[in-house]
């Protein structure tokens, strides 16, 4: 099978990744790596009349969530306990395109083995190539036509770090001819074309403290444009073209457990972390250089969910398995659902709707409501639990959870 591109993706820009009228989902949480989908209309309801499965594919398990091309349709799997596969299927069809493999898989601590040690970063898809995460701190380039490696870089080897605790987490961000990622308990920009490293900084002290768990940012905060980064211990802005540290704060959490995918909303950044709180900084910038400022902070805890921003206001899934809102302008707590869910949301938002994919299999269409929890419609999408990050792309609705991939349409 050959495979055409149109122009505009061989000069892919991550603002504005899309091919025809299609918008591409090209990596984790999206084209602008904030949860929203940039398309034209959105599944009025739920109903499998409106939203019907077009095909689906049989896997091992991943936490990796879908990745979507105009023709491809991209997903990862652990196999067996002993190899990572990443699979490549006609977006169309569902027909297998290729498979490329290679030996990958570890334990995760004991206290986390019950969600699986499986692979867990989400790939990135830069129009001609794919870069996926393996889980003992590889990465690797892949041609996205045929699946044949162009190059990786193991981190544990060239730089000799432990491997971390809880594997490649982090998800790779390509912006312009770089890929960033944090891995090899430090924050790396490298070549995407060759795999060298053109600079590290952010470094940690490795093992599980120096495992990233939240995945890198683009940004441009204070009039300039830096990669927002938070590691296990801190938050910090970087100067893409050299790494230099432009700023940084400490950000309080038990046992490092900063998941949450940082917020940026204008020169504020919202972030939350696991059994703490959440706050919002603002970032400034005067003759001595980068001041960090707290504005406000709030008792709400966040934890592997990131949420969405709408019109000044953040829709989360906390800790406790509640939904909540709160504006950002005050760090006030419009409402929290009166009901706990599952353990983990993946959230896509669209004008003023979001979906909503629990863990339990089970998606939600949500009116984004600062008065109040307005769920829509609801409906079990899965048989199997879900811990991967829906995707969406033209009428199109990608679910991945621990036993297939599934793909969904619709029409209003």
């Excluded at 490298?190 to 490795?206: A, E, P, T, Y």
Aim: overall charge positive; hydrophobic content about 40%.
């Amino acid at each position: 099978m050959r495979w055409f591109l149109p122009a505009i993706a061989l000069c892919f820009i991550v603002s504005l990744a899309f091919a025809g009228d299609t918008y591409l989902w090209n990596q984790w949480r999206g084209p602008n790596r904030d949860g929203f989908y940039l398309g034209n209309s959105f599944p009025n309801n739920l109903s499998k009349e409106s939203l019907y499965i077009t095909w689906k594919a049989n896997l091992g398990p991943s936490y990796s969530g879908p990745v979507v091309s105009d023709q491809f349709v991209f997903t990862t799997e652990t196999k067996n306990k002993e190899s990572e596969v990443v699979h490549a299927y006609d977006r169309k069809t569902g027909k297998e395109i290729w498979a490329a493999e290679w030996k990958g898989a570890m334990s995760v601590p004991f206290f986390a083995s019950s969600n699986g040690s499986w692979i867990r970063a989400t790939p990135a898809f830069d129009g001609e190539c794919l870069y996926v995460a393996g889980i003992k701190d590889v990465l690797v380039c892949l041609n996205a036509t045929d699946g044949k490696e162009k190059w990786r870089i193991d981190f544990v080897e060239q730089f000799k770090t432990p491997v971390p605790s809880f594997g490649f987490v982090s998800s790779p961000l390509i912006d312009q001819d770089g890929i960033y990622v944090q891995a090899g308990a430090s924050i790396f920009k490298l070549n995407k074309k060759n795999g060298s490293v053109i600079w590290r900084s952010f470094k940690d002290s490795g093992g599980m403290n120096g495992s990233a768990f939240s995945s890198p940012v683009m940004a441009t905060i204070a009039g300039q444009k830096q990669l927002l980064v938070q590691s296990r211990e801190k938050l910090g802005g970087l100067n893409p073209e050299n790494g230099d540290v432009l700023w940084s704060k400490v950000v309080p959490s038990f046992r490092g457990m900063n998941i949450f995918t940082p917020i940026v909303v204008g020169d504020t950044v919202f972030t939350s972390t696991y059994q703490n709180k959440s706050w919002l900084y603002k970032v400034s910038k005067n003759d001595s250089g980068f001041v960090v400022n707290d504005v406000w902070e709030n008792k709400l805890q966040g934890y592997m969910s990131s949420p969405v921003v709408i019109n000044g206001f953040a829709y989360m899934h906390l800790q406790n398995q509640r939904f909540a809102c709160v504006d950002l302008s005050n760090g006030e707590t419009k409402w929290t659902s009166p009901k706990s869910f599952g353990k983990y949301w993946s959230l896509i938002a669209y004008k003023n709707r979001i979906l909503a994919l629990d863990q339990k299999g089970i998606l939600y269409l949500i009116e984004a409501d600062p008065k109040e929890l307005k769920i829509l419609d609801t409906r079990e999408i899965a048989e199997n639990e879900s811990w991967a990050h829906l995707a969406i792309s033209g009428d199109q609705v990608f679910i991945r959870d621990l036993k297939t991939l599934s793909v969904f349409q619709w029409k209003n």
